[in-house]
């Protein structure tokens, strides 16, 4: 299986953060599960990769991409973990058509399961846990 995860330099994503970004990838693939191959990109430019909110799923593609500029990086994993719940349900063959946007089946699924998954890497490690701390960056001028 071939996962590939960019995370783009407008992030300001630190190397600790890049880290538990992929561990948490590679944690909800196992957990959900997802089996095919997959891309996840972690973006700072929502309009420039076609994200309406926080994050997208392309159908079919098992391309995500997700917006983290200026976000903690547990809401930016929640976002993940939600978008690879669309992953899995399309795999499994329960995407046959537009999802709805708010409420309904797929967005109710995938809106509890990420923060199920969210909890569960939080309490798999005390490493983990640091997607909770705010770190602090040095600004540039």
């Known amino acids: 299986m071939k996962r590939k995860l960019y995370i783009h330099n407008n992030t300001d994503f630190s190397p600790d953060q890049a880290r538990l970004t992929a561990d948490f990838c590679i944690f909800c693939s196992d957990e959900l599960p997802v089996s095919g191959d997959f891309e996840i990109s972690v973006v700072g430019d929502r309009e420039k990769h076609g994200i309406g909110t ?21 809401d ?11 992953m899995m349900q399309d795999e499994q063959g329960l995407i046959n058509g537009p999802v709805q946007d708010a409420g309904g089946f797929h967005e109710d ?4 399961k990420a923060g199920e998954l969210i909890k569960l890497f939080a309490k798999s ?16 001028k």
């Open 76 to 86: 930016v994993l929640r976002s993940i973990a939600h978008e690879m719940t669309h």
């Open 109 to 112: 699924q995938a809106n509890a």
């Open 54 to 74: 926080t994050g997208v799923y392309h159908v079919g593609k098992n391309i995500i991409k997700v917006y983290a500029k200026n976000r903690a990086l547990a």
């Open 125 to 140: 490690s005390t490493d983990r846990r640091r997607i909770y701390e705010r770190i602090n960056r040095i600004l540039k």
